[in-house]
């Protein structure tokens, strides 16, 4: 099942990142990440999922129960993580500031379409870190991207990020081709759609694939551009995502992104047995996939 392998890719990076979030490049240069470990920055038990993963699954499991994407009820799901830990495999232990200020906002009564931050600062990794789910909607649209990147992250460096790495899956998904490959075609494909905007001149150094990345960053375009090296620097899921945590700083979303990638190209028999079987309640990632897949096959026979 492809959901699975980009999901389940995703929730192991994340995992791997969590105990060595905020710790610098050097440190993790002299002291790697080399598998699953415990407690750490956050002192949670080891194979724990963060916001990353959470969001993701809240995502998926308001899509396949409203049988579309429905932005305020993804929102409510969201709430439900804050508020609940709902998708928590214990209790909540970290959110993004953009984030939490979109929730508090719905909670307040604002409008669906005036939550998500849209300033420039608002610009973290917050939403590119769940957008994965949507690369497996048949016929998803760019202005559908756009709204369930703006539930939080409404900037237009956001909502083209997050575009551009849905291109990047859904190419991965449908095409037999190199990860270089993959990146260029969705990259033309980006700057043909969004041509005229100044905020697609921040985005030369990934359609050039002329990376400087120095560690993991959280600003949501020099994360894409740490992810996508990770994939263009190595040749396996394991490597691809310890070299994502190894970066440092914000090691669980870089990770994240760049395990769900690494798992729809390599797929699911690539991502080490043990680190599956380090996480508690994998069962529940199980089912959330199950559910989005069955909500995919209908769109596809709908078409």
């Not at 929730?11 to 598998?35: K, M």
């Amino acid at each position: 099942m492809k959901i699975r392998d980009g999901i389940v890719g995703l929730t192991v990076g994340d995992a791997l990142g969590v105990p060595v979030e905020f710790t610098s490049r050097q440190q993790l240069i002299e002291n790697p990440v080399t598998g699953m470990m415990g407690h750490g920055t956050y002192d949670q038990p080891k194979g724990t999922w963060s916001d990353d993963t959470s969001l993701t699954l809240a995502t998926m499991h308001s899509i396949a129960a409203k049988n579309a994407i429905d932005p305020e009820d993804i929102m409510k799901e969201f709430v439900a993580y804050a508020r609940q830990s709902k998708y928590c495999q214990y209790e909540v232990f970290d959110y993004g500031n953009t984030t939490i200020e979109s929730i508090d906002r719905f909670e307040r009564g604002y409008p669906i379409s005036e939550c998500g931050g849209s300033d420039e600062y608002d610009n973290g990794n917050g939403s590119l870190m769940r957008i994965l789910p949507l690369a497996y909607i048949p016929g998803i649209t760019y202005d559908e991207i756009e709204s369930v990147s703006g539930i939080t992250h409404a900037h237009p460096k956001s909502k083209i990020s997050c575009v551009l790495y849905i291109e990047i899956a859904k190419s991965m998904l449908e095409n037999d081709l190199k990860i270089e490959e993959h990146i260029r075609m969705a990259c033309e494909k980006i700057r043909k759609y969004y041509e005229g905007s100044q905020d697609l001149d921040e985005f030369q150094d990934i359609f050039d694939m002329d990376f400087h990345v120095t560690e993991g960053r959280s600003y949501v375009i020099k994360t894409l551009e740490a992810v996508l090296y990770c994939l263009l620097e190595t040749e396996n899921y394991k490597s691809a995502v310890l070299k994502a945590v190894n970066l440092g700083r914000d090691t669980d979303t870089v990770a994240a992104i760049t395990g769900g990638l690494a798992g729809i190209y390599y797929g699911y028999e690539d991502i080490p047995e043990e680190w599956i079987g380090d996480i508690p309640q994998m069962d529940c990632i199980f089912e959330i996939c199950n559910d989005f897949e069955k909500f995919c096959q209908q769109k596809r026979s709908d078409q």
